[in-house]
Structures are given as C-alpha cells and as structure tokens.
C-alpha cells in the first residue's frame, strides 16, 4: 500500500509515539538506530587521502535497511526525524545515503520533545541536513577510530590481548590514576578545635574556638591547645558582637546531561548508564493511559541551561496556582551555560509541568517516577523565588580567647519548598537558632571540648565527581561520559570499591605506557583545545579535514616512536598456594579481562580455573557444610552464595550473619535501607531496628 509521508527515527518507541500524532498520512518507521558505520575488522579512515571514512553497512542491519528502502519507494515524501544532535544527523546523513536521497531537499525534522505540538510544529519547517553537524560527528569518530585502532594493537604486542585506548577515556583513566597517587602519597597533618557549649540563662548553644588578642589563631598541635585552654578562666564570657544578616541562595539551573547524572547518582543512587537509559524511556513517551503515548521530558543529551519562554510562562503559572506569587521569579532569572557548551538544546526539563509526580505515579515504573520526580522538582525550583535565611553571628570574649556561635533560620523556603540541593527529597536544612544575644550580654559556658583531628586524603572519584571534573576540564561532551565510565570498568581499568573508582593493576601499566609514549592523548589542555575545534567544525567555522590532521600528524610520529621503544611487559602470575584439583600443578593467580582468578599452571595441558572468592565468616544457612562466601553476577552485582556449590544452591542478594531468626527459626540477613542497614529475616516475619 503507497502512502503520502514516511518518516524515520532512530527507535520503535519513539516510532510508536509519533505515529499517533501525525495521523493517517504519515507511516512512521524505525532504523533501530545506526545503519552504517567504520568497520570493526579495519581502521576504516583512509589517513592517505584526507582522511576519506569507508562506511559499510552494519552488519545484521540487512532486513531493516531493506525494510527501509521498500516502505521509502511507496512514499510521495521521506522525512528524516532522528535524534536532534551530532549523532542523530549522522544517522539522517547515512540514511539519505543509503535512500538516494537529495541532501538539497528539506527532508530533516528535529524536535526537543515528543509531545503533539512540538512534533506537528516540526513538521512545518523541514530543513536539509546540516552537513556541519554531520562532518563534526565524522571528525570526532575519525579521532577516536585513529586512536583506538593505532594505540590499541601495540597494546597487544607489548602488554596482553584484549586492551583499549581512547581519547577520552584514556584521560578519564589518568585522572583515577592521579587520585590514586595523591591518596598513595598523602601524608597526614594534625590540627586541633575546640568546641564550646554555652547557655544563656536556659537557652544552651555551641559556639567554636576562633582566636586569641583578635587575631584568627589555628591549632596545629596539644601544646597550642593547652595555650589557650590556660588563658580561659572560670565560665563567664561577654558578648562582644552581634551580626545579623539576611542571605538569600538562589535556586539551581535546571539540569544539563552532566548535572543530571551527578544528581541522580547523590539523590537517587543511579549509575550514570541506569540514568540515561531511564531518561531516554521518559524522552521517548510513556503511555497515559486514555491520552496515549506522551514524551514527558525533553531531550537529555545537552550542555545548556537555557529554557523557553513557553515553558517559563507555564512554569509561573503553575508555581503561582499552588504555591501563591511570592514564589514564582517576577523577572526571568539568567542562567549562564558551562563554558564550551553549544546551546544547541534547552535544559532537560519536563515537556509540561502540569504532569506532576503525583499525577504520572500510576503510569510510570518505580525507577521512571524517581528520575521524573527529580527533573521535574529540579525543573519547577529553577523558576522559583531564592531561600531567605536571617543569619546571626555573635562573638562570645574571655581573657582575649574568643569563640564565634553561628546561627540561622529560615526565612522564607522560596525553591527550597520544591527542591533542596544535595540531599535527599523531604530532609530540609535544620534551623539552627541562637538565643537572643545583644552586644554586652554575659553568657555561662557549660563544657568546653578541645578534639584532635587529622587532616584527610582526597576521596575517590565517583561517577558524578569524575564526570564533573571531565566536563569542568572540557574534555568531553554530554554524549559521551556514559559510555566512557562503563569502557574503562569493562576493560578492568578501574573497578568500583564502595562506589568509588580504583585503578587496578592493569589499568596503571597501560596508563603508565599513554603517558609516556603518547602524552598529548592525556594533555587535558590539548584534548580541551580539540574539543573546541570540533566544536567550531560543528558551526561551520572550520573544517574537519584539518581539525584531524592538526591532529594526526603529531601522533603518527608518537606511533612510530612507540613501536621502536615500549618495550615488552610480562604480567607475572602470582602463586596461590594450593594445587590443582585435577593435574596437581601448582595454581597461580592470573590477571584477566575481568580481574583476577585462579588457573592451572599447566596451562595449555590443563584448563583448570577457578574463581577468587571471599568468605565472609559465617556457615551456610542451608547445608550447614560450607561457607557463605561473596560472588559476582555477569552484571558485576554482589550476592552471596555457598562455597559448595553446585553441591548446595543457596544464593542470596542480601549478606547473612549467622543467626537464626527468635520466631521461625529462619536465616537473619542483613538489608540496606535508607540510611544505613537493617537485619530481617528472609520469611519477612522479624525484622530488627536499623543501624546507620
């Protein structure tokens, strides 16, 4: 059957949506994203004649690109309506290409959100393929075909078979790295407070050690302490001064990909994969029962804070209905972009902002409504009037030792009713209210308590830190840092201890190997610097050709110099004490694509391997014959199990302790709740108080 319009996009959900609100005319069909693409086998980009890129068709896409190309042949019109960024005109230029289309004729449609309006207006403005946008995606995968496809075959020879190296996520693992050796080499300082409980009349209230004679004093050490401690005398101390302040904190820009997937990670506990996974179902649509398939938040993949007057009027109009005007912005706040970001897209936000969290709760899944309920609150507090907080500082004097108490309440909650930064949903920041104080006042202290402390390591990167420190860098886009957290994870480069990054072995020596034979891949100023020219590539002020040759000249001479001098290492394998269990050969601890486990040292004769487990020191609650020790499942999560398996089939997500349960004799284990761990019992009939 010929029909008037076909249109393809990128997924069969997003297809699905579509398709309802362009009606009867329109057949919307998906190309389950990518249908061409560099070979895997080769390189691909031919760095002899300007860097040409031979594209082939992926391979398994044979039936959709022949599905494509007969439902294009019964349509009057094709339209284009992939993914609105890089990516997606890459895929529309690819299409076009395999559809012999006219790259002249205004087949393109983007649009920000799914919803009918924004889809039907699209519709009446087509343009043609941007061919800027296109050339910088083929520029940014030249780049990263050239570096993997160069580094990582000397990484074979020299180190092991199965190793990686990427522009971006070679920097990213150096960053791990330099952590690592600041924590390695940090050497603890000690200091000292001193902390002091007040009252005035009955009214008690903490106050800190400031200084001596008017002058701010640290306290590196005992003696210091015992100084001051030796200038205090009896408890009365005089209010020297009294300050009180109004200070206003004005709500946070709407999210960007970065911020999104740093707040999801602190608020919600996502990874940053789980967050845009989750994020594109929102994108795409979710059925609303009788009004069908909606997309509930606009696209997730940008670096601007920017948002439409549409949705700002909106915004207001809501803000002002449920929670009066005094806390809807009168005037519209500026908000200013990420150094390096292109604008290219409004803020994530939700496509209306009349679908509440409350309303959508009955359509969405349990992970899809707290992702939700984060952008929106986020969303609805950008447009909101700032916190006021009235501020008391008050200077309590004695001898010339002098302690400052610091106190504030909240004013006016203004965003603060909707969203409060870095916590999670409902905790508030506490009042922390000071007695009436004035100038001259006596005040009696209670107790005053000097504390020795010392100075700590930088923590760990997380994901959301080290995805900050990427974007604050420059290194990197919003596309991106997803992808680049769960390479160097797959490639055991890293590993998450406490959901915090380690490097591993392997992940230093092939650190240690960029760094020294290829320094301009880890140049955070150099990668920074490329950024922008693809970025200028992107808006048609340079061209890509050149941006890949600035680059590439430097680097073959960086190959040569490496294929000459790195020179062969040897992983050593370490002796794991015991023998095998079928030749009687030692068994040695090898370093594999997954980390380390047990083998034969036979190897080839015999392939005896075994994986390295932890007990955790309590009997299996099943057999009573073998130990409950930790395991991993293919998707790397921790569970437990019996040490006797495939014996004994116990297996448990939560860590048993080793009692039994006072009411039915069942197994106790130990559960992760919010802020902090529960023990209950596995029939759900005991459950015992949480401990943080």
Avoid at 567 to 596: H, S, W
Wanted: proline residues 5%.
């Amino acid at each position: 059957m010929a029909y008037k319009n076909l249109v393809i996009v990128e997924s069969p959900a997003k297809a699905k949506t579509i398709e309802k609100y362009l009606g009867r005319n329109y057949k919307v069909v998906a190309s389950v994203g990518h249908v061409r693409d560099l070979p895997k086998s080769k390189m691909g980009i031919d760095v002899e004649n300007n860097y040409e890129p031979h594209y082939i068709n992926i391979r398994g896409k044979g039936d959709v690109i022949k599905g494509l190309k007969q439902a294009a042949k019964k349509a009057q019109n094709v339209y284009l309506a992939s993914d609105p960024d890089r990516e997606g005109e890459a895929i529309a230029w690819h299409l076009a290409y395999i559809l012999k289309l006219d790259l002249e004729d205004k087949n393109r449609v983007v649009f920000n959100e799914i919803t009918k309006d924004a889809v039907k207006a699209a519709f009446k403005e087509p343009r043609t393929i941007d061919v800027s946008l296109v050339d910088a995606q083929q520029a940014r995968r030249a780049l990263d075909r050239l570096v993997g496809y160069s580094i990582s075959p000397i990484l074979w020879k020299k180190v092991k078979k199965g190793l990686s190296a990427g522009r971006v996520q070679s920097i990213a693992l150096k960053i791990i790295i330099d952590r690592e050796k600041e924590i390695r080499d940090f050497k603890p300082e000690e200091y000292w407070s001193i902390d002091g409980n007040f009252k005035k009349k009955t009214k008690k209230f903490k106050a800190n050690f400031w200084g001596v004679d008017g002058k701010k004093k640290k306290l590196p050490n005992s003696e210091a302490v015992k100084e001051v401690i030796n200038r205090i005398d009896g408890k009365d101390y005089d209010v020297t001064k009294v300050e009180k302040k109004e200070r206003k904190r004005n709500a946070p820009n709407p999210f960007t990909t970065s911020s999104l997937q740093q707040e999801s990670a602190r608020k919600i506990n996502f990874r940053t994969r789980k967050t845009m996974m989750v994020a594109q179902q929102l994108y795409e649509g979710i059925t609303l029962g009788k009004q069908g398939t909606v997309g509930l938040i606009t696209y997730m993949r940008t670096d601007s804070t920017r948002i439409s007057d549409t949705a700002k009027t909106e915004a207001a109009t809501y803000i002002e209905e449920t929670y009066g005007k005094e806390y809807s912005q009168h005037h519209a706040r500026k908000t200013k972009n990420p150094q390096g970001s292109q604008d290219a897209h409004e803020a994530i936000r939700p496509t209306s902002v009349t679908r509440t969290p409350e309303v959508m709760k009955q359509y969405l899944d349990k992970d899809q409504l707290k992702l939700y309920t984060l952008i929106w609150s986020r969303f609805v507090a950008s447009q909101m009037t700032p916190a006021v907080f009235d501020t008391v500082r008050a200077t309590l004097e004695q001898n010339g030792v002098t302690f400052v108490a610091n106190g504030s309440r909240v004013k006016f909650k203004g965003y603060m009713i909707v969203y409060i930064e870095g916590r999670d949903d409902g905790k508030e920041d506490k009042d922390n209210i000071l007695p009436d104080l004035a100038e001259g006042d006596k005040v009696q202290s209670i107790d005053i308590e000097p504390k020795q402390h010392f100075t700590q390591p930088p923590a760990r990167y997380s994901e959301a830190t080290l995805i900050k420190t990427l974007e604050e860098n420059g290194v990197g886009r919003p596309s991106t840092y997803a992808p680049t957290l769960e390479t160097i994870q797959r490639r055991y480069y890293v590993k998450l201890n406490q959901k915090r990054f380690e490097p591993t072995e392997l992940g230093e020596i092939v650190n240690s190997l960029i760094v020294e034979f290829f320094p301009q891949i880890v140049d955070v100023n150099f990668t920074a610097s490329m950024e922008n020219d693809l970025d200028k590539v992107e808006e048609g002020k340079e061209e890509w050709i050149k941006v890949v040759d600035k680059f590439y000249r430097p680097f073959a001479e960086e190959l040569e110099k490496a294929e000459e001098n790195m020179e062969k290492i040897q992983i050593k394998d370490e002796p794991a004490g015991f023998d095998c269990d079928v030749c009687g050969n030692p068994m040695v601890i090898k370093l594999g694509r997954y980390g380390k486990f047990y083998a034969c040292s036979n190897f080839p004769d015999c392939r005896n391997t075994k994986p390295i487990i932890k007990e955790i020191g309590v009997e299996c609650p099943v057999c009573h014959e073998g130990q409950v020790v930790e395991r991993k499942s293919k998707k790397n999560r921790l569970f437990y199990g019996c040490s006797r398996y495939p014996d004994c089939d116990f297996t448990s997500w939560d860590k048993p302790i080793g009692r039994n349960c006072p009411k039915d004799g069942g197994y106790l284990v130990e559960k992760k709740v919010k802020g902090g761990k529960q023990v209950v019992c596995v029939n759900g009939d005991y459950e015992e108080a949480p401990q943080k």
